[in-house]
C-alpha cells in the first residue's frame, strides 16, 4: 500500500508570492492534518480536514488556508508569503473517524522564502 | 492547554547500550500518544501507537508506557544501533476535541556511536 505522498518535495519562492502545497493520503484514509516544522517552534498544527469539512485550526494567521477534495486529497495555501514561512510542511492521513486513530506522515515539503 | 516536554534534548550513547527516552505531558486527558522517528531532512515514521487505556505498547527492541496520571511516557530502545541514530519525538493526540490534532514534544536527538 502507497504511504502518504507530497508534492512537490521542494519549493524556492520569493517573499509577497503565494504557494499551494499538496498531499495524497493513504488510500481509504479520510483525515489529512497539516503541521509546519521549523527549528525554532518544532511541529505546529495547522488544519484537520476530515470528509472535505476543516475539523480543527492550528493557531496561524488567515493566510494559511486548506481544502479536501472527494478523494481524500488535500492542499494547503500560503499567500502572501513571509521569510518566516520556510519551513517543512508536514502532512499526516489516519484511518480513524475519530482522534483515536494512529497517523502517517509523509515525506514533507520543504519550503524556502527568498 | 496541553504542554509536552522531552528529555533529554540529545543523547550519545556507544552502540549496544539500553536507553530510556522521556516524554511528559500537562494535561491527563489524551485520547492517546504517539512515538515517532525521523531522519534528518525526512518526514515521521511512527513507531508506536499507545491508546489511553493502555499501559505499554512493543514492537521489536522498542517497547513505550503511557502512565496517564502522572503524564509520563517512556520509549525503551533496546541493544541500540547505529541506525537508531535519528530524532525521536512522542505527540498526544488532545482529549479535549474529537479530532486528529497532535501536540508534539520538541525531540530528542539520538546518537549511536559504533
Not at chain 2, 21 to 48: E, M, V
Request: glycine content about 10%.
Amino acid at each position: 500500500k502507497a504511504g502518504v505522498t507530497q508534492t512537490p518535495r521542494y519549493l524556492i519562492k520569493t517573499r509577497g508570492q503565494q504557494v499551494t502545497l499538496s498531499c495524497s493520503p493513504i488510500s481509504g484514509h479520510r483525515s489529512v492534518s497539516w503541521y509546519q516544522q521549523t527549528p525554532g517552534q518544532g511541529l505546529q498544527f495547522l488544519f484537520e480536514y476530515f470528509s472535505e469539512t476543516q475539523r480543527n485550526k492550528g493557531n496561524f494567521p488567515g493566510r494559511f488556508s486548506g481544502r479536501q477534495f472527494s478523494n481524500s486529497r488535500s492542499e494547503m495555501n500560503v499567500s502572501t508569503l513571509e521569510l518566516g514561512d520556510s519551513a517543512l510542511y508536514l502532512c499526516a492521513s489516519s484511518l480513524a473517524t475519530s482522534g483515536s486513530g494512529e497517523q502517517y506522515f509523509g515525506p514533507g515539503t520543504r519550503l524556502t522564502v527568498t | 492547554k496541553q504542554e509536552v516536554t522531552q528529555i533529554p534534548a540529545a543523547l550519545s550513547v556507544p552502540e549496544g547500550e539500553n536507553l530510556v527516552l522521556n516524554c511528559s505531558f500537562t494535561d491527563s486527558a489524551i485520547y492517546n500518544l504517539q512515538w515517532f522517528r525521523q531522519d534528518p531532512g525526512k518526514g515521521l515514521t511512527s513507531l508506536l501507537l499507545i491508546q489511553s487505556s493502555q499501559r505499554e505498547q512493543t514492537s521489536g527492541r522498542l517497547n513505550a508506557s503511557l502512565d496517564k496520571s502522572s503524564g509520563r511516557s517512556t520509549l525503551y530502545i533496546a541493544a541500540s544501533q547505529p541506525g537508531d541514530s535519528a530524532t525521536y519525538l512522542c505527540a498526544v493526540r488532545d482529549g479535549s476535541s474529537n479530532t486528529g490534532k497532535l501536540i508534539f514534544g520538541q525531540g530528542t536527538t539520538l546518537q549511536v556511536k559504533p
